[in-house]
């Protein structure tokens, strides 16, 4: 298989639209080069400005909510500081007296009357750390004896008086959630010890409990879709409250700063823009989570129109190039196809031709000369070809005689050395020989009627040289319909029986070997007779490469050599009559014997005429 690159190239090199095509859109290279970084670009920028826009919003939705928070702060600070609330709670009686019930509902009361001032706050409640009992501005007194082995209340006592916030989660507190509010999912307290600055293991806890929907508020004005969220965090990231489609999962914060991260969601899988800011003072983070496609809508609208101007300018490309090639390269590739069929020889070509430009002047032109072509094939190329036919026939004629002569003279000598039958025998197949010798005028037999033909003169020589020659014919039963020029095959065998055996005793052999090989006829003829000396075979080989196949040639002087009469004959024939493609060729060791090989094209004399026209035409 060929490669998918080489083939390519061949293409490129062999096609002139594919060419035209891909300069066309190597022009429009830069520009798609352009409007992708430009959109980019816009990209980058547009993320920026969001970013920019969104920090400022969460900045303002954070300073709300750190005022809301320095309030309870402050709240807490001057209940927890109160002195009139501290002397309330000293009693340290584990159990409920009189006294004790009369100061709660002291405290009850500035409880209730600090949240009746406050109304945004949920309730206010005083863990006493003694009786266990917790004071509530919303439903007064309970007993809850878990407070003090929570991990909270334990930190709480350690903290040395600073506040601590508590978001409760779901499942915490199970045993008294339903008891009041401040350990119940969804709100959060500020809790802070009572007389803060005083040492000791067990104190009162001061609890100021907010709804979290309160914060929900500052985070809802930052959400503009409905698959937006926000999240507010505390310091240790602890989740305080959400706004829109909140997950129960905060987002993974991979990157650093408060930058736009553009990241998959775990949920959905689609693309999201992550922004955050922290509260350089509470220390808090809001994080809001948008779609990234509701911020790159704009974009991929324009992102989608610079595709279609695109796409556009590609398919306009295509067509536009279609256009030239049919105004240019089509007219080309018809003179190119013109050429090409007169140099197959028809002369008869002609190209339609309706333009009045210079590529129908350069047809007509073709169609002017294809024509001349032609006439001058028939007016002079015809007379050559009979001149050729003319100088064939005579260099036929040549053989007759000669063979004749050799002919006569075994007759004579048979004549002499035996009897009156075996002359008679003789005579026979002379005449057979020579009656389809001339075959009325026929220039070719099939290779089975060739070597019919040449076994009436090998019975002639058989006769001649009794107990001295013997003959082995094969043919191949594929060789034997192929026509052959007639005669191409004696001179040869009469040159292997008369130089090679002749001076032989005894067991001398001719074969004679016919077959297809590498597309052309193969007809070879050898002896084991004397051979030739390397001299002489190399001197017969030069001689032999300078004689070829061209009109008007005289063959005549070549053929006055005496030494070479016979391969110069058939060898002349069969340039004249094949062309350039039949072969002739010599092989011999001394002593051991000689073989000559024809190589004949198939098709015959016909095949080979079309041939030299086409050539001589081109």
Same mark, same amino acid.
């Given at each position: ?93 584990? #159990? ?8 709660? #509902? ?243 070509? %002609? ?48 053989? %007759? ?40 005028? #026929? ?59 002749? #001076? ?115």
């Amino acid at each position: 298989m060929i490669p998918i690159l080489p083939r390519l190239a061949n293409a490129f090199r062999s096609s002139v639209q594919l060419r035209l095509t891909s300069y066309f859109l190597i022009i429009l290279l830069p520009l798609v080069a352009v409007s992708i970084f430009a959109s980019l670009r816009s990209e980058r920028i547009l993320e920026r400005k969001v970013n920019e826009q969104t920090v400022v919003a969460l900045s303002s939705a954070m300073e709300a909510i750190d005022l809301t928070m320095d309030n309870l702060e402050n709240m807490s600070m001057a209940l927890a500081t109160d002195t009139n609330l501290i002397e309330l709670l000293n009693l340290t009686d584990p #159990q409920l007296t009189g006294e004790m019930t009369l100061d709660f #509902q002291k405290v009850l009361v500035q409880l209730t009357n600090m949240k009746s001032a406050n109304s945004y706050l949920t309730q206010l409640s005083i863990y006493h750390a003694y009786s266990h009992t917790i004071l509530s501005s919303k439903f007064g007194g309970r007993r809850v004896d878990e407070i003090p082995g929570q991990d909270w209340y334990a930190e709480l006592m350690q903290s040395h008086g600073k506040s601590r916030l508590l978001v409760p989660k779901r499942d915490e507190f199970n045993s008294y959630q339903q008891l009041d509010q401040t350990f119940q999912p969804g709100y959060v307290s500020l809790l802070r010890t009572m007389d803060p600055f005083k040492q000791g293991d067990r104190k009162s806890v001061l609890m100021i409990t907010l709804d979290a929907a309160h914060l929900r508020k500052h985070l809802d004005t930052l959400i503009d879709g409905t698959d937006e969220s926000v999240y507010l965090t505390t310091a240790d990231d602890r989740l305080i409250v959400g706004a829109g489609s909140v997950d129960e999962t905060m987002p993974a914060w991979e990157s650093e700063g408060d930058i736009v991260t553009v990241m998959p969601s775990a949920k959905s899988g689609k693309s999201e823009m992550l922004v955050r800011y922290q509260s350089p003072s509470s220390g808090w983070t809001v994080i809001l989570v948008k779609p990234a496609a509701a911020m790159y809508a704009e974009t991929d609208q324009l992102r989608t129109f610079m595709y279609a101007i695109i796409a556009i300018s590609v398919l306009l490309t295509i067509v536009i190039s279609w256009i030239v090639y049919r105004g240019i390269a089509s007219p080309l590739g018809a003179l190119a196809y013109g050429m090409k069929q007169v140099r197959m020889g028809r002369l008869d070509t %002609n190209l339609p031709n309706k333009r009045e430009d210079e590529f129908g002047y350069l047809m007509s032109a073709f169609n002017d000369m294809a024509l001349e072509q032609k006439n001058l094939i028939e007016n002079i190329y015809e007379q050559q070809l009979l001149r050729l036919k003319a100088e064939l026939r005579v260099l036929q004629s040549q053989i %007759n005689p000669h063979f004749l002569y050799n002919t006569l003279d075994s007759i004579y000598s048979m004549a002499e050395n035996y009897e009156a039958e075996e002359i008679s025998e003789m005579a026979l197949n002379l005449s057979k020989f020579f009656r389809l010798s001339l075959s009325k005028g #026929q220039d070719e037999f099939t290779v089975e009627e060739t070597i019919e033909h040449l076994r009436y003169y090998l019975r002639v020589q058989e006769l001649r040289f009794i107990d001295k020659l013997s003959v082995d014919i094969r043919i191949e039963e594929a060789c034997k319909p192929y026509p052959v020029l007639k005669l191409l095959l004696q001179p040869i065998v009469e040159n292997a029986i008369l130089h090679g055996l002749e #001076q032989k005793k005894k067991n001398g052999v001719v074969r004679i070997d016919g077959r297809m090989e590498a597309g052309r006829l193969r007809l070879a003829v050898s002896d084991n007779g004397k051979g030739i000396p390397p001299d002489r075979l190399r001197y017969i080989r030069d001689e032999l490469d300078r004689l070829y196949a061209h009109a008007g040639q005289a063959w005549d002087q070549e053929l006055k050599r005496n030494d070479l009469y016979g391969l110069w004959n058939v060898k002349a024939r069969l340039k004249l009559y094949y062309g350039d493609s039949a072969e002739l060729t010599v092989d011999s060791i001394e002593n051991e014997g000689t073989t000559v090989v024809l190589w004949i094209p198939i098709g015959g004399a016909r095949e080979s005429d079309d041939r030299r026209r086409r050539a001589s035409a081109s």
